[in-house]
């Protein structure tokens, strides 16, 4: 994937991200499960300095289940998340994998907070799995 494009449902809110991501992730904390409608939240981790963005996200900000701070950002006429950002990597834009334009070529390389995950998730098969973050809170 050399690049993506997507935005929010009504339209205000437009990306485009060059290069390749270098990761993708399912995560099932409850923060997540909340901003996707019950599910995991499936992001796309693309190098900040790759993105452009036209129209204005609004964000939030506060302390993950891992300790540390994300700022999620999302549409403010019509709710669409968009993207997240990470403390621990500064660098780095999470993308909604629901905002993109083409959703299919998207893979989880990883599936974390599985310990938060409802019974009835069914994880990827042949991906890595963490019942918390890959990384150790703190």
């Known amino acids: ?25 399912a995560c ?10 019950g599910s995991a939240a499936n992001v796309l ?5 790759d993105v452009s963005v036209t129209g204005q996200a609004q964000a939030w900000t506060k ?16 709710g669409t998340p968009l993207f997240i950002a990470l403390d621990m990597l500064p660098d780095a ?4 994998v629901g905002s993109l334009d083409d959703p299919s070529a998207y893979k989880p390389g990883m599936e974390i907070w599985l310990d ?18 890959p990384v150790p809170a703190g």
């Open 1 to 25: 994937m050399e690049s993506v494009e997507g935005g929010c449902l009504c339209g205000a809110i437009r990306y485009r991200a060059e290069g390749n991501a270098f990761g993708s992730v």
């Open 45 to 49: 981790m693309m190098r900040k300095a």
């Open 93 to 96: 834009v999470g993308i909604a």
């Open 63 to 78: 302390q993950g289940d891992s300790g540390r701070s994300i700022t999620r950002s999302f549409c403010g006429t019509c």
């Open 28 to 37: 099932h904390c409850r923060d997540c499960q909340r901003i996707a409608a």
């Open 116 to 133: 938060s995950a409802p019974p009835w998730h069914r994880p990827a098969p042949d991906v890595p799995q963490f019942k918390k973050g």
